[in-house]
């Protein structure tokens, strides 16, 4: 079993930005790919970003390239997801969760966390 639980959400103005945090514990060691996937009101959940615990290899949606930044504390068994120049489409719940392989698609992952609000508003 692999638990995680997000951090760092909250209401930001439109330019601003956050920092989210998504800790791991339990089996961790079973599990290579962290992702950062989100959902808003009346659409599916869509992937953000992911991280390889195993290479730091990293990849994004095209959404948000240049703008946010996936991470990874080895010693904090701790990913976070660095979101600036935040736009109000970037409003959704943000889920971390841990999978097998670095992949992008919701399937591949097998535990995920109960999510973090994000408002972006003026």
């Known amino acids: 079993q692999v638990q995680l639980v997000e951090s760092g959400g909250g209401l930001v ?3 601003g930005s956050l920092r989210l945090s998504c800790a791991a514990s339990g089996r961790t060691f079973s599990r290579t790919a962290i992702g950062w996937f989100r959902q808003a009101p009346g ?3 869509e992937f953000v970003a992911a991280i390889s615990t195993t290479t730091y290899y990293t990849i994004y949606a095209d959404s948000v390239k240049g703008r ?3 991470s990874r504390h080895n010693g904090k ?7 600036n120049s935040l736009k109000p489409e970037d ?3 943000y889920y971390c969760a841990a999978g097998p ?3 992008i ?3 591949f992952y097998d535990y995920w966390g109960q999510g973090t609000q994000v408002t972006v508003s003026s």
Not at 77 to 83: A, D
């Open 105 to 107: 698609g919701a399937p």
């Open 101 to 103: 392989q670095l992949r």
């Open 91 to 93: 409003t959704a719940v």
């Open 43 to 45: 659409k599916e959940r």
């Open 77 to 83: 068994n701790t990913v976070y997801l660095q979101m």
């Open 68 to 70: 946010f930044t996936i």
């Open 13 to 15: 103005q439109p330019g």
